[in-house]
Structure formats: C-alpha cells, structure tokens
C-alpha cells in the first residue's frame, strides 16, 4: 500500500524556520495537503494543492513541491506553533488517500 | 458557519457493531463529501474513505473493505459511518470532515468522536 513518509520529530527555537517533509512516489502527479492538530483537538487544514494557503491562515506557513518531496515550512516560528503536522495525499490512481505519520514539531 | 457536529463517545465490546452520526450545517449538504477520518490513541491518522453527499457514491480503504458502510440523509444533511465487527485496534477517535472532490482538502472537520472497544 501507499505510504508518505515525514520525520517523527522537528526542534527549532522561537522566531526560526522550521521545515517539515514528506516524500511518497505519488506526489508529482498527486496534490498534497498540511494538517495542523494540537492536543485534544480535530485537525486544521493549513496548506493545501501544495502551496495554497486557506484564509485565516498566518503567512509564515507556505508549502512547496519538489519531485517526490513536499515541504511545509514555518518561518519565524512561535509558540503557538508546537503541534503535530500531518501531511495528505493519494495514490498515484487517486483511488486511495493516504496520511503521512505526522510530525511532532517542538519549540524549544 | 460551517459545522460538522458529532455523536457523542460510545463503548462497545468487541465482535459488536457501532454507527457515528456527523450532522452538518452552514452550506449546501450535497455539494461536498464526507470522509470519515480515525485516530488510535497516540497515533497518527488514518483515512477510513470518502462518501459522495450528492450521490451516494463511496470508496472505502482497503484494510475496511466488508466491515464498513456509509451512508449520507440529505434530508437531515447528515452523514454516517458504521463499522462492523468491532477489535480492540479499532479503538479511536472517528473524525468526518468536509471534502467536495478528489483534488480538495478536508477543510472542515468534526469534533471527534471516541469509540472503546473492550469487553
């Protein structure tokens, strides 16, 4: 089965920029997606098609796409921030989503 | 605003079946899709499949396959899932969130709902 692969864990200290990948064979011909979730809580949407970023989003997250690999990238990281990162996608049929392990992102 | 609203936590022991609710409102019901996302504790997500609110439509993960169904009512704009068969390892907490097709995000997402399977 398909699967996209993230780091388990990124430290930055506040006001750094933090990046976040995920690779999967699928993702030059698919779209991805960047989920923020933070404890107890439901996911949020933060980046989506690759780069897209949704309203009442902050402008310090960005994504991007370079073949196998996406990026999320937070620049000037804040407190706030701390949580885990998902990334999104489907298989290279788009019949099946799949999520990637998600990334714990510290703030020292 | 849009709101996905969900049933509330259930235990169920194992070989039983449970059935979670998510009731939309603050747009059209069937111009979007439900999928129906779970999360084991301390785990990561896990994408269960996707329901076409305008037709009916499904595509369910593979490892589902025979033990889930769901199910839309458009005229209570609600959405359901229904797994079968409960395990141990299907305990979780069962997310849907709005999707309107193949190429869209999930941009809104219900509050979660906890399932406990134990005997």
């Known amino acids: 089965s398909y699967e996209l692969t993230q780091p388990p864990s990124v430290s930055v200290s506040p006001g750094q920029t933090a990046r976040i990948t995920c690779s999967g064979d699928a993702l030059p011909k698919q779209y991805a997606y960047w989920y923020q979730q933070k404890p107890g809580q439901a996911p949020v949407l933060v980046i989506y098609k690759d780069s897209e970023r949704p309203s009442g989003i902050p402008e310090r997250f960005s994504g991007s796409s370079s073949g196998t690999t996406v990026t999320l990238t937070i620049s000037g990281v804040q407190a706030e921030d701390e949580a885990d990162y998902y990334c999104q996608s489907a298989d290279s049929s788009g019949t099946y989503e799949v999520f990637g392990g998600g990334t714990k992102l510290t703030v020292l | 605003q849009v709101q996905l609203v969900q049933s509330g936590a259930e235990v169920k022991k194992p070989g039983a079946s449970v059935k979670v609710s998510c009731k939309a409102s603050g747009y059209t019901f069937t111009s979007y899709g439900i999928s129906w996302v779970r999360q084991a504790p301390g785990q990561g997500l896990e994408w269960m499949g996707w329901?076409?609110?305008?037709?009916?439509?499904?595509n369910y993960a593979q490892k589902l396959q025979g033990r889930v169904t769901m199910t839309t009512d458009t005229s209570t704009s609600t959405a359901y899932m229904e797994l079968r068969s409960l395990r141990s390892d299907d305990t979780a907490v069962y997310y849907c969130?709005?999707?309107?097709?193949?190429?869209?995000?999930?941009?809104?997402w219900g509050q979660g709902t906890l399932v406990t399977v134990s005997s």
């Open positions: 969130a709005r999707r309107r097709g193949l190429d869209d995000p999930f941009d809104y």
């Open positions: 329901i076409s609110a305008y037709n009916g439509n499904t």
